[in-house]
Nanobody
Framework: QVQLVESGGGLVQAGGSLRLSCAASGSRFSILAMAWYRQAPGEQRELVAGITPGGSTNYADSVKGRFTISRDNAKNTVYLQMNSLKPEDTAVYYC???????????WGQGTQVTVSS
C-alpha cells in the first residue's frame, strides 16, 4: 500500500510560481512511476506531467516549458515546479503513483491551485 500526501497548493497571481510536493509512504518509492494530474471544475482529470523510476519525464503540451516535474528518492517525494502560471492552470492537482509490476495505482487527496488574473 502506498499513501500519497500533497502540499503546496494555494492562490497565486497570473505569472507567479508555486511548487507542489507529494510525499509517499513506504519503502518502494524508487520503483514507482509518479505523475501529477489536474482536474478543473466541469472538466475531466488530465495528465500534467509524469516521471519514470529512471527519471524520464513527459509533459502535457499546455505546460511544456513552464512546469518541471522532479523526484527525490531519498525523501520519497515528487515535486511539480510551476512557473508562469495562467488562470487556466486553476484546478485541483492530484499526485499519482503507479506500481507497474503489480498493476496498481494510488492517488493523493488533491491540492487546490488557483491562479487569479
Amino acid at each position: 500500500q502506498v499513501q500519497l500526501v500533497e502540499s503546496g497548493g494555494g492562490l497565486v497571481q497570473a505569472g507567479g510560481s508555486l511548487r507542489l510536493s507529494c510525499a509517499a509512504s513506504g519503502s518502494r518509492f524508487s520503483i514507482l512511476a509518479m505523475a501529477w494530474y489536474r482536474q478543473a471544475p466541469g472538466e475531466q482529470r488530465e495528465l500534467v506531467a509524469g516521471i519514470t523510476p529512471g527519471g524520464s519525464t513527459n509533459y502535457a503540451d499546455s505546460v511544456k516549458g513552464r512546469f518541471t516535474i522532479s523526484r527525490d528518492n531519498a525523501k520519497n517525494t515528487v515535486y511539480l515546479q510551476m512557473n508562469s502560471l495562467k488562470p487556466e492552470d486553476t484546478a485541483v492537482y492530484y499526485c499519482n503513483a503507479e506500481w507497474v509490476a503489480l498493476r496498481r495505482a494510488y492517488w493523493g487527496q488533491g491540492t487546490q491551485v488557483t491562479v487569479s488574473s
